[in-house]
């Protein structure tokens, strides 16, 4: 079956460093999202990891490991802005659509003053 | 600037009283899908589009339907909304299915209540 798992809530202070763990099991493994939500908005874009490694854009960087079936999410120099839902998605092939994505619950964070 | 866009942005509806919600792109993406995402839960896949080739996911109701009358439009059809429908709905657009790095952009969505 396909099952991703991520933390509901953290919480961190504004300039400090962030880490979101995601972990998932799929059958055909076709690539890993992260989307950034704001309350009551759509989920915007932020990174894409298929092969193994850091992929860094500016404060933020994803991390992939497939054999772990493990990616994070790094946030730097935290800003007020950056709280928000960060949802992780899989993008899984098993079922003949290459593009079709299967989304965790999110990760609900807070940034404090 | 390009973009996906969803009309309305809020949706009141009556238990049983049939709606649709509308979504337009200007990317020109052969891709089209519709998600339903209730609070603090995922975005679900409810169907999707290439070109007109429809894929329905086969846990997605018969209450929901889905229309591309062309490349810019997609309408989702809720036939007899129920208190359990009552939802965030995401319209997502991507360039293609076929190839392996391929973002989805999403609108704005429209979050629909069932009275």
């Known amino acids: 079956g396909q099952n991703i798992d991520q933390p509901t809530e953290m919480t961190a202070t504004e300039g400090a460093i962030v880490q979101i763990n995601c972990t998932y099991q799929?059958?055909?493994?076709?690539?890993l999202f992260w989307y950034q939500q704001h309350a009551g908005e759509a989920p915007t874009f932020l990174s894409y990891n298929v092969l193994d490694g850091l992929e860094e854009k500016g404060r933020f960087s994803s991390f992939l490991s497939r054999s772990k079936g493990y990616s994070y999410l790094l946030l730097k120099e935290l800003q007020m802005k950056d709280s928000a839902s960060y949802l992780c998605a899989v993008r899984d092939r098993s079922g003949g659509a290459t593009n079709k994505l299967i989304f965790g619950t999110g990760t609900l964070l807070a940034v404090q003053p | 600037d390009a973009m996906v866009i969803q009309n309305p942005r809020y949706q009141v509806t009556q238990f049983g009283k049939p709606v649709t919600l509308s979504c337009s792109q200007t990317l020109n993406h052969n891709v089209m899908y519709w998600y339903q995402q209730k609070s603090s839960q995922a975005p679900k896949l409810l169907f999707h589009y290439y070109d007109k080739d429809f894929n329905n996911e086969a846990d997605t109701p018969d209450n929901f339907q889905s229309r591309r009358p062309n490349t810019s439009f997609c309408f989702l059809d809720i036939r007899s909304p129920g208190l359990g429908d009552a939802a965030m709905y995401l319209c997502?657009?991507?360039?293609?299915?076929?190839?392996?790095?391929?973002?989805?952009?999403f609108g704005p969505g429209t979050r629909l209540t069932v009275l």
């Open positions: 799929t059958s055909g493994f076709n690539g």
């Open positions: 997502a657009t991507s360039r293609d299915r076929q190839i392996s790095y391929n973002e989805q952009f």
